[in-house]
């Protein structure tokens, strides 16, 4: 399986980013996609995630912000990203699992949020 993001970049507190990660190699007819960041001397934490079926689940200080969305047929995830604050800069990776102990990561993108 591989993971392909992109979409991360600069952008003013207040602005919008758009990453997305299409993934191949799969063949997991269900699945959960979703996206980590990672910043300085922190640990990795969930941002968002969905299920095939459309579950959703958000970490508490993106929700109203992020919308998580995705295309099954281009297994293909998204992370609309409103209202950037500081606090959001970090390196986001995309994450696919079957819903097992696997766990599959794309390289990460780079997300940076000036004030």
């Known amino acids: 399986v591989q993971l392909q993001a992109s979409g991360g970049g600069l952008v003013q507190a207040g602005g919008s980013l758009r990453p997305s990660c299409a993934a191949s190699?799969?063949?997991?007819?269900?699945?959960?996609m979703g996206w980590y960041r990672q910043a300085p001397g922190k640990q990795r934490e969930l941002v968002a995630s969905?299920?095939?079926?459309?579950?959703?689940n958000y970490a508490d200080s993106v929700k109203g912000r992020f919308t998580i969305s995705r295309d099954n047929a281009k297994n293909t995830v998204y992370l609309q990203m409103n209202s950037l604050k500081p606090e959001d800069t970090a390196v986001y990776y995309c994450?696919?699992?079957?819903?097992?102990?696997?766990?599959?990561w794309g390289q990460g993108t780079q997300v940076t949020v000036s004030s």
């Open positions: 994450n696919l699992s079957p819903g097992d102990w696997r766990n599959y």
């Open positions: 190699g799969s063949g997991f007819r269900t699945n959960v």
């Open positions: 969905k299920t095939t079926s459309g579950s959703t």
